[in-house]
């Protein structure tokens, strides 16, 4: 079943996303080589706790144990903080993040540099983003979920990446996964109707070669099959009247 937020409820799924948007700014500022990615997530944890009322939405879905899923290189996403996995100088590490407020959650990532990184990998993160904002740009009342997954798909392919299948988008609300799926491929019209008080989390995966993944031995981090490098940039998005707004 496909919810539908009222003003209200977007609001508060509006504050669980700024402290989403602001703790991916830290992340971006503290990012560095030869930090672990469990100092990120505890960076991370301390700063979302520090809100009253915020709690990190991944902890425990699913028996997730941390409060980001860090992802580096050819990992596409879910991979879990470790003490272990510390950051190399030319690296990208996708991180994302949801908070939950007042029983709504939001959700957003971002692929960030670890040091200088090479212009190929910087055109891999920009056309990323680009086509995060076109589908964002999809999302608007009497389109349909086909639409969004097209124009993400139109921007990668376009560029002569490979979009990850296996993972989609998600509705998001009381619950943090909800109906609809948000594939980032597709055909315009069809797939669900857009309506107001949708709220859908776009989170294009993109690869620098092929689409088809794997799973790690950990049981939770996606990796590409090939190898290529992966990039992830999502957002929360209400649908309204006056067009997509983002909330993260
Ligand atoms: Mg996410
Ligand atoms: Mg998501």
């Known amino acids: 079943m496909i919810t539908l937020k009222s003003r209200?409820?977007?609001?508060?799924?509006?504050?669980?996303?700024r402290i989403v948007h602001d703790t991916l700014e830290?992340?971006?500022?503290?990012?560095?080589?030869?930090?672990?990615?469990?100092?990120?997530?505890?960076?991370a944890e301390r700063f979302i706790r520090s809100h009253p009322g915020a709690t990190p939405s991944f902890k425990g879905l699913y028996g997730f144990p941390k409060t980001l899923c860090t992802s580096i290189d050819e990992e596409i996403v879910h991979g879990i903080p470790?003490?272990?996995?510390?950051?190399?100088?030319?690296?990208?590490?996708?991180?994302d993040v949801g908070v939950c407020v007042d029983g709504l959650h939001a959700d957003?990532?971002?692929?960030?540099?670890?040091g200088p990184i090479t212009p190929e990998v910087e055109r891999l993160l920009e056309v990323t983003q680009e086509s995060l904002v076109a589908?964002?740009?999809?999302?608007?009342?009497?389109?349909?979920?086909?639409?969004?997954?097209?124009?993400?798909?139109?921007?990668?392919?376009?560029?002569?990446?490979?979009?990850?299948?296996?993972?989609?988008?998600?509705?998001?609300?009381?619950?943090?996964?909800?109906?609809?799926?948000?594939?980032?491929f597709g055909s315009p019209k069809r797939g669900p109707a857009l309506r107001e008080?949708?709220?859908?989390?776009?989170?294009?995966?993109?690869?620098?070669?092929?689409h088809a993944t794997r799973t790690l031995k950990d049981?939770?981090?996606?990796?590409?099959?090939?190898?290529?490098?992966?990039?992830h940039f999502e957002h929360t998005v209400a649908i309204t009247a006056d067009g997509p707004r983002i909330l993260t």
Not at 139 to 156: E, K, L, R, T
Not at 172 to 179: D, K, L, Q, S, V
Not at 219 to 230: E, N, P
């Open 197 to 210: 008080g949708m709220t859908l989390a776009i989170e294009p995966m993109i690869t620098m070669g092929g």
């Open 219 to 231: 049981k939770w981090t996606v990796v590409t099959a090939d190898g290529s490098l992966a990039a």
């Open 135 to 184: 589908g964002i740009g999809a999302a608007i009342i009497g389109n349909h979920v086909g639409d969004i997954g097209h124009a993400v798909q139109q921007v990668a392919e376009g560029a002569g990446y490979g979009v990850v299948r296996e993972l989609v988008g998600h509705g998001i609300g009381a619950r943090f996964h909800e109906e609809p799926q948000v594939p980032n």
């Open 82 to 95: 470790s003490a272990r996995r510390v950051l190399a100088a030319g690296s990208v590490v996708s991180v």
């Open 8 to 17: 209200r409820e977007i609001e508060t799924m509006a504050q669980a996303g």
């Open 108 to 114: 957003s990532a971002a692929t960030i540099p670890v």
């Open 26 to 43: 830290l992340m971006r500022q503290i990012v560095e080589p030869g930090m672990s990615t469990e100092d990120l997530d505890r960076e």
